[in-house]
């Protein structure tokens, strides 16, 4: 019996050894196949961010990544950027009206979509932040979000041989600092661009729209394209589109001007099949009640949009065909891209 469990000993001695001789998966570099780099789509105008400051490397790009999906940036190692942007629902968080954060607490907005945001000039639905680096520290520091301080989470990554590293891979020595930080998850935020749909193959010559998309095209650009501008969809401006009266005042939280009240970012239409429910407040579950909404449910106010001053005419036909279009925006290869998935 002695002799048995000397044996197993040993054997789980052996085990351990040799676990401990691999490399951490976290650490491994992406696969030599794995393109990383960020190229402007063809016929797409330039970036507002450039990566000059901030090259993007395969280091610094599986650094951010590990960051982007790691609970240890909130307060209770229970939420992570990922919690609320989820690679399969283009980086939204889909069914949820509001955020969820730490302690099951529910945010104020809707979790918004995260891609081509290399081309984003602000950011948040008020445009609080005006600078892609400084965007990921906002959700780590919000009580409602992650609830977490920068010194904890710097405590928390220098604790961890393996982070340190990482660190040291990507910048050149293992200090742990908010820049560091901040820069790595850019590296990989910024890289994820969606610009595989069938609407980027038609403009590419690789495919041709059906006869509903093509009528559901023109009705767009006649009535959608001032502020859903393309190739990105949006032009990023604030407007208030209408909605209902709540307690957030949108833009005019930053801005504090009256004339801001009830504006918030226009989103791009890409990806919206897998980004319901729609608006800021997640308050419209459906494409086709959005629609309703720009033909039959506009509020008016102070500052609702000129443009939205009289409901836009559609048939319940050009309904249909404007859905039709709007759906060939949705990139299937993009929301199950292994660059971006959880490491």
Same mark, same amino acid.
């Given at each position: ?20 001789? *691999? ?18 789509? %063809?016929?797409? /105008?330039? /970036? ?12 610094? !790009? ?29 980086? %939204? ?6 955020? *969820? ?11 918004? %979509? ?26 780590? +520091?919000?009580?409602?979000? +992650?609830?977490?301080?920068? &010194? ?8 961890? /041989? ?11 020595s293992e200090e742990i600092n908010t820049q560091r930080i901040q820069k790595a998850i850019v590296q990989f935020m910024a890289a994820i661009v969606s610009n595989q749909s069938k609407y980027d193959q038609v ?5 041709? !729209? ?20 393309? &190739? ?9 589109n209408g909605l209902p009266f709540s307690l957030d005042s949108g833009r005019a939280h930053i801005t504090g001007l009256a004339s801001d009240r009830f504006k918030f970012k226009v989103p791009s239409l890409r ?5 319901? /429910?729609? +608006? *800021? ?12 909404h720009y033909t039959s449910g506009l509020v008016q106010s102070p500052t609702l949009d000129p443009l939205l001053q009289n409901p836009i005419t559609l048939s319940a036909t050009d309904k249909s065909k404007l859905? %039709? ?19």
């Amino acid at each position: 019996m002695k002799n048995k469990i000397v044996s197993i000993v040993f054997l789980l001695v052996l085990i351990l050894t040799l676990w401990s001789c *691999h490399t951490d998966p976290l650490l491994q570099p992406m696969p030599k196949n794995t393109d990383i780099s960020f190229v402007q789509p %063809a016929n797409w /105008p330039s /970036p507002h961010y450039n990566f000059q400051n901030n090259t993007l490397t395969p280091d610094g !790009f599986a650094l951010g990544r590990r960051l982007f999906y790691d609970t240890r940036l909130s307060i209770d190692n229970s939420i992570s950027c990922a919690s609320c942007h989820e690679q399969t629902t283009a980086f %939204a968080q889909i069914d949820h009206a509001f955020s *969820h954060g730490v302690r099951n607490q529910l945010g104020t907005r809707n979790s918004p %979509a995260l891609f081509n945001l290399a081309w984003h000039t602000s950011f948040f639905w008020d445009g609080g932040v005006n600078h892609i680096e400084n965007q990921p520290i906002a959700p780590i +520091m919000n009580p409602l979000e +992650m609830d977490e301080t920068l &010194p904890n989470v710097i405590s928390k990554l220098n604790a961890d /041989p393996s982070y340190r590293l990482q660190f040291k891979n990507t910048f050149g020595s293992e200090e742990i600092n908010t820049q560091r930080i901040q820069k790595a998850i850019v590296q990989f935020m910024a890289a994820i661009v969606s610009n595989q749909s069938k609407y980027d193959q038609v403009k590419n010559g690789k495919a041709t !729209f059906t006869a509903d998309e093509q009528a559901g095209y023109i009705l767009f650009q006649q009535k959608c394209n001032t502020c859903h501008a393309e &190739p990105l969809f949006t032009d990023f401006s604030f407007r208030n589109n209408g909605l209902p009266f709540s307690l957030d005042s949108g833009r005019a939280h930053i801005t504090g001007l009256a004339s801001d009240r009830f504006k918030f970012k226009v989103p791009s239409l890409r990806n919206l099949n897998f980004t319901k /429910p729609y +608006m *800021h407040n997640g308050s419209i579950a459906t494409l086709s009640a959005v629609l309703d909404h720009y033909t039959s449910g506009l509020v008016q106010s102070p500052t609702l949009d000129p443009l939205l001053q009289n409901p836009i005419t559609l048939s319940a036909t050009d309904k249909s065909k404007l859905i %039709a279009f709007l759906n060939t925006l949705n990139d299937y290869e993009f929301v199950k891209d292994v660059r971006f998935k959880q490491p």
